[in-house]
């Protein structure tokens, strides 16, 4: 049997001068969006501040969601499951090319006005956030948003029908949560074990 894969969206309200503008214009309440590879979130990536203390240079970053930016946001976190292998390294390799050559790619600040105008403007190396996770589903031949991704904003994250929903609140307090959650998976698991010792004796 073929072993399927997970990958993890992020969307956050992280209450930035940029996240509030953006917001403005769409009224979703999630306008920044980010991939991970791991349910613990340690492995985050997306388009943003490459500095946390600085607003204007930006390019491709690895977050931190234990950082000033992030630490105190408003979170959803998404699921996706039964990726197939193919599809799944592809986008490993696709990220990973980015993290190689992070010095070539900036933010795609000019793009977002063509998202506001409803206008695709493509600009080589530089992405927005909602662009570049959406460009990475594309280059693995498996679209989540039915839209091309110059035009995909954070939003139409939440309504994918690939996507699951897997929490919704504080970001601060996700760890938390799924160390909760695990423990009541590992404590639920150990009495079905337990059970059927007892019915076989």
Known sequence: MEKKYKLYILLTDTGTVLNRLIKWYTHDPFNHVSIAFDEEL?????????????????????????????????????????????????????????????????????????VALNIPIERGNAFFCSQFVASVFEYAGAPIIDKPSNVVTPGDFQSSPKLQCIYDGDLKNYRKTLLRKQFQEEEKSAKTVETSLSVQV
Not at 42 to 59: A, L, Q
Not at 60 to 80: P, R
Not at 86 to 102: A, G, M, P, Q, W
């Open 42 to 114: 340690k492995d985050v990536y997306s388009f943003g501040r490459k500095k946390e203390n600085n607003p204007i240079i930006g390019g491709f970053v690895k977050e931190n969601i234990e950082g000033i930016i992030l630490s105190n946001a408003k979170c959803a976190v998404y699921e996706m499951t039964d990726i197939d292998p193919y599809s799944y390294f592809k986008i490993r390799d696709y990220i990973k090319n980015f993290e190689n050559n992070r010095d070539q790619y900036r933010y795609n600040l000019i793009g977002l006005i063509g």
